[in-house]
């Protein structure tokens, strides 16, 4: 059974940078399609960044700030923010899911990131 591991939310300051991370254990981290998703209360959960077998790809808002990035040696997904915006401020997850599919199957249990002024 996968499981996900989040961490590295916090509270910043607008322009700030955070870096978050999701631990995969249960199997190897480079057998997933991997993401970032982020959810405001009363809001779908919205895709922010993709992994899988090198490719990224990322959502409009945060392209060029965001950075996500796969350590298969630590089995550990980051996801590098820099510039953060108000607009970030959201309960992150990682997600794993089938190679190639962009369907995601095993879901972290989220961490929290706000930004203010």
């Known amino acids: 059974q996968v499981q996900l591991v989040e961490s590295g939310g916090a509270s910043v300051q607008i322009g700030g940078s955070l870096r978050l991370s999701c631990v995969v254990s249960g199997d190897a981290s480079n057998n997933y399609g991997m993401a970032w998703f982020r959810q405001v209360p009363g809001k779908e959960r919205e895709g922010v960044a993709w992994?899988?077998?090198?490719?990224?790809d990322y959502k409009a808002s945060v392209r060029g700030r965001f950075t996500i990035s796969l350590d298969n040696a630590e089995n550990t997904l980051y996801l590098q923010m820099n510039t953060l915006k108000p607009d970030d401020t959201a309960i992150y997850y990682c997600?794993?899911?089938?190679?190639?599919?962009?369907?995601?199957?095993?879901w972290g249990q989220g961490t929290q990131v706000t930004v203010s002024s």
């Open positions: 997600a794993a899911g089938k190679r190639w599919s962009r369907t995601y199957n095993y």
């Open positions: 992994i899988d077998g090198g490719y990224t």
